[in-house]
C-alpha cells in the first residue's frame, strides 16, 4: 500500500519558477490498475517518477506501507526501485546488441541472483508475455509490441509490487496497444499497476482506477482509497519514520535476497561491455585507432615537452658553470652605463631646430661614468656571510658550490725539444710580435687569476676532493690519472683532441725556434704553411714545468735592494732546482655533449698548488725584508713618500704575490638555473640592506643582462606544447 500526503514538486529554470505539483495525496491499494490521465503538463510523470524514486518531492510524503521515506538514503532508495517497483516506458530501452533473454536477465543481475536462478527466471516471465519461443532474438528482430512485452517481461522478472507505465501504448498501434493493456490488466490482480496515458477510452476499459491531474492537483478520482485516521497513527506508531533506515528492513521477511546492495558483477559488467564491442567491430576499431592517435600525439608531445625541459636545465646548468655570478674586490658599476644609454636614448627623440647645432653630452657622461664608479668590495666580511651556513644565500648555491680565487702570481718555465727554456706565459715570443708584448688574460668564469695556459681546476664544494665531480662528470680522462698532488697538472684537449699551435709552442711542446722563424715571416708578410702534426700521449706526459711564485724571482743585492731577475733566463736556468717541479699526470677533454665547456686553459692545476705558492710567497726572502722594513720600498731603498712613481707597503705586497685567505680577490658563485641565480641576487640585496653604504656588495651581472630574452624564449616553447597538447585532447 501507498500512501502520497500532501506532496509538492516545482522546478527552476533561471528565475522561471514551474510548480508540477501541488499538495497531491493519494492512497494506493496494494492490486489494482490506476490510470493517471490530464494533459501535458499536468504533472502525471512527475508523480509516476516520485513513486518509482526516480524524483524527490520537496515537501509532502511518501509512505511505503506505513513506512516514511523522508529518511531514505541513495542506497534505500536503489534497493526500493531495484526490488520494489518495475518499470515500463514508452521506449523499450533494450539493449540491441543483446538477446531478450540477457535484456530480461539484466534486472536480476543487478539483483545479486545467481545466473541459473536469473535464466530460469527470465525464460518464465517471457512465457508469460508470450515470447518464451523467442528468447535468444535480438530487438531488431521484434515487432514495437513485442518488444513493450520485452519490457514488461523485464519488468515484472523480480516480482515487484508495484509496476509503473509511462504511456506504455504511445508508440503503438491500437491493435497492439490493446494487446499491452491486457498484459497489464492480467498483471494488475496480484499488484499495484499505476499507468500514466492520454487515452482516456482505454483507461475507462482497462483501468480499475482513474485518476484526473490538472496544473498540479487532483481533480478527480474515480475510486478513491480512504483510510481512518485512527487506523493510521496507529500503524504510524507502530513504524515510526525514523525507523525506517533502509528498505531492506521492511523487506527481511518476505525476501532475504533484497537487503543485498544494488550491484552488477564486475565481470558480467565486463562480459557486457566486450559483446557490446564485438557487435560493433568496425566503429570500435575505428574509435580505438582514433583514440590511439590522440593517445599516442599526447605521449609525443609530452616525451618532447620532457625532452625540451631537460634539455633547457641541462644548458642551464652548463650556462652557468661556465658563467658564475663573480663578486670581484675592485670592480665598476655597469649599471650607470646602461642608465646613462637609456636617457639618452630618451633624450633621443626630442625635436631641435633645423638651423642650430645641439651638444650632445653623452661622451663625457660615460668617461665620468668610468672614473666614478669604480666600487671597492669589502670581500672579507661577505666571505663571512657566505662561510655562514644560516645564510640564506646557500638555498640557491649550485652543485659547483662558491669558489674563492686569490691574486696569486707566478711564472711557469719549460723546456722545449732543443732544451731552450720559454716561459708558458707567450712573453719568450713577445719581441717577434708586432705591437704586441707580454699578455695576460682573464677569462670570465675561471676559479682565480689566469695566466695565460694555466688556470685552477674547481675542488669539491666541501672542499675534500682536489678536482670537482662537475669537472668529473663533464670531461673524459683519455689518459694518465687525475691531479692527486701539488705538483701534478692536467692537460685539456679540445672535443676534436686538438692544442692551438701557439699553445703547443708556449708549452714548449714544439722548437721555440720554429715559433720564431714563423712570427718572423708573419710579420715579413709571407705566406706560412704550417704541417699537420699530432703527438703520443706518452711523450706529451713527459714534459716538465718549473713555476716560481713571483715573489721568488726577485734577487737581494750587495747593497739590500731588490731587483727582478724573472726575465733573465740564464739566471732562472740555473736555480731550476728551487722551482716547484710540475708533470703532466693525464689528458682530458670535454665529453661530446658538452655544450660550454668550462676549462678555458689547456694546463689546470689543482688548489694545493695554489696554497703550497701562497705559503712559498710568504717565506720569500723579499717578503720577509718588507714586512721587516714596513715604511721602506725594498726595490729602491728609499721611504715610499719618496718613490716615483708613488708606492706603499699593500702595493709592493700585492706585486710580490702575497695574499690573505680572509680577503678574496674574486668570491665565484655557482648556480644550476637561471631561478636559483636570481634567488642569488636577492640574496645579495638583503645583505646590502643590512650594511653600510661603504660594505654594500656591487657586482654585474652580465649574464642576467641577456636571461630575459632567453626565458621568453623558454616560456613561448612551454606555452606552445601546453597549446598542442590541449589541441591533442580536445581532438582525441
Do not use: C
Not at 651638444?359 to 657622461?365: A, Q, R, V
Amino acid at each position: 500500500m501507498l500512501q502520497i500526503k500532501k506532496i509538492s514538486k516545482q522546478y527552476q529554470t533561471g528565475e522561471l519558477l514551474q510548480k508540477a505539483l501541488d499538495e497531491v495525496s493519494l492512497n494506493l491499494r496494494s492490486n489494482e490498475f490506476v490510470a493517471v490521465l490530464g494533459p501535458s503538463g499536468s504533472g502525471k510523470t512527475t508523480l509516476l517518477n516520485l513513486i518509482g524514486g526516480l524524483d524527490r518531492y520537496d515537501s509532502g510524503e511518501l509512505l511505503i506501507n506505513s513506512i516514511s521515506t523522508k529518511n531514505y538514503k541513495d542506497r534505500d532508495w536503489d534497493s526500493y526501485r531495484n526490488h520494489r517497483v518495475g518499470f515500463v516506458f514508452q521506449t523499450y530501452n533494450l539493449i540491441q546488441h543483446q538477446s531478450l533473454l540477457v535484456n530480461v536477465e539484466l534486472a536480476l543481475t543487478i539483483s545479486g541472483i545467481s545466473k541459473s536462478e536469473r535464466r530460469k527466471r527470465a525464460k518464465q516471465a517471457l512465457t508469460e508475455v508470450g515470447l518464451g519461443d523467442q528468447v535468444h532474438k535480438r530487438p531488431n528482430q521484434l515487432s514495437g509490441g513485442q518488444m513493450q512485452r520485452v519490457a514488461i517481461a523485464r519488468a515484472l522478472v523480480n516480482d515487484p509490487e508495484i509496476l509503473l507505465a509511462d504511456e506504455p501504448t504511445g508508440a503503438l498501434d491500437s491493435e497492439t496497444g490493446v494487446q499491452v493493456l491486457d498484459l497489464l490488466e492480467e498483471v494488475a490482480k496480484d499488484r499495484l499497476v499505476v499507468m500514466v496515458t492520454h487515452n482516456a477510452e482505454l483507461a475507462k476499459k482497462y483501468a480499475t482506477r482513474i485518476v484526473k491531474l490538472r496544473d498540479g492537483k487532483v481533480v478527480s478520482d474515480s475510486n478513491p482509497y480512504e483510510i481512518e485516521e485512527d487506523k493510521f497513527e496507529t500503524n504510524e506508531k507502530r513504524h515510526p519514520p525514523k525507523q525506517a533506515k533502509n528498505i531492506s528492513q521492511a523487506k527481511k521477511e518476505e525476501d532475504q535476497i533484497k537487503t543485498k546492495k544494488s550491484a552488477m558483477n564486475f565481470f558480467t559488467a565486463l562480459g557486457l561491455s566486450f559483446n557490446n564491442l564485438w557487435e560493433k567491430k568496425g566503429r570500435t576499431i575505428l574509435t580505438a585507432f582514433a583514440g590511439s592517435i590522440g593517445i599516442i600525439g599526447i605521449a609525443l608531445i609530452l616525451s618532447l615537452s620532457t625532452g625540451v625541459n631537460n634539455y633547457i636545465i641541462d644548458i642551464q646548468k652548463e650556462t652557468m658553470t661556465s658563467y658564475p655570478l663573480t663578486v670581484e674586490d675592485v670592480t665598476m658599476d655597469m649599471t650607470s652605463f646602461f642608465e646613462i644609454a637609456e636617457d639618452q636614448r630618451k633624450q633621443g627623440n626630442k625635436e631641435h631646430s633645423e638651423d642650430r647645432i645641439y651638444l650632445n653630452s653623452l661622451d663625457l657622461e660615460l668617461s665620468s661614468g668610468f672614473t666614478s664608479n669604480i666600487k671597492e668590495n669589502n670581500l672579507e666580511d661577505f666571505k663571512k656571510y657566505l662561510e655562514n651556513p644560516d645564510s640564506e644565500i646557500h638555498e640557491y648555491v649550485g652543485e659547483a658550490g662558491i669558489k674563492y680565487s686569490y691574486a696569486t702570481k707566478f711564472q711557469v718555465f719549460s723546456h722545449d725539444p732543443n732544451q731552450e727554456l720559454v716561459n708558458t706565459d707567450g712573453s719568450t715570443f713577445s719581441d717577434y710580435l708586432p705591437n704586441q708584448g707580454q699578455q695576460m688574460y682573464s677569462v670570465e668564469g675561471a676559479n682565480t687569476v689566469q695566466y695565460n695556459n694555466f688556470t685552477e681546476l674547481l675542488s669539491s664544494n666541501d672542499g675534500q676532493d682536489l678536482i670537482s665531480p662537475l669537472i668529473l662528470d663533464n670531461y673524459q680522462l683519455l689518459y694518465g690519472d687525475w691531479p692527486e698532488k701539488a705538483d701534478e697538472v692536467i692537460l685539456v684537449l679540445s672535443q676534436d683532441n686538438e692544442l692551438m699551435a701557439s699553445t703547443l709552442y708556449n708549452l714548449g711542446i714544439m722548437p721555440a725556434s720554429e715559433y720564431k722563424e714563423t712570427l718572423q715571416a708573419i710579420v715579413a708578410g709571407e705566406d706560412v704553411e704550417i704541417e699537420d702534426q699530432s703527438f703520443e700521449f706518452s711523450d706529451i706526459l713527459e714534459q716538465t714545468f718549473y713555476v716560481y711564485p713571483e715573489a721568488e724571482l726577485y734577487e737581494e743585492l750587495d747593497n739590500g735592494i731588490f731587483t727582478y731577475i724573472g726575465d733573465d733566463y740564464s739566471i732562472v736556468e740555473s736555480r731550476l732546482a728551487d722551482a716547484v717541479e710540475l708533470k703532466i699526470s693525464g689528458i682530458i677533454k670535454p665529453n661530446s655533449d658538452l655544450e660550454v665547456p668550462f676549462i678555458h686553459q689547456p694546463i689546470g692545476y689543482t688548489s694545493a698548488l695554489t696554497d703550497l705558492l701562497i705559503d712559498q710567497t710568504e717565506a720569500s726572502a723579499i717578503v720577509k725584508q718588507q714586512r721587516a722594513e714596513p715604511e721602506i720600498n725594498v726595490l729602491v731603498g728609499l721611504p715610499f713618500e719618496e718613490t716615483v712613481p708613488a708606492s706603499n707597503l699593500e702595493t709592493n705586497l700585492s706585486a710580490f704575490g702575497v695574499v690573505s685567505y680572509d680577503q678574496p680577490q674574486t668570491i665565484n658563485i655557482y648556480v644550476d638555473s637561471f631561478e636559483a641565480k636570481e634567488g642569488i641576487n636577492d640574496s645579495i640585496s638583503n645583505y646590502n640592506q643590512k650594511m653600510d653604504e661603504a660594505d654594500k656588495i656591487t657586482y654585474n651581472d652580465y649574464i642576467g643582462f641577456m636571461l630575459s630574452s632567453i626565458t621568453g624564449i623558454v616560456n613561448v616553447i612551454t606555452y606552445i606544447l601546453i597549446a598542442f597538447v590541449a589541441v591533442s585532447l580536445i581532438v582525441s
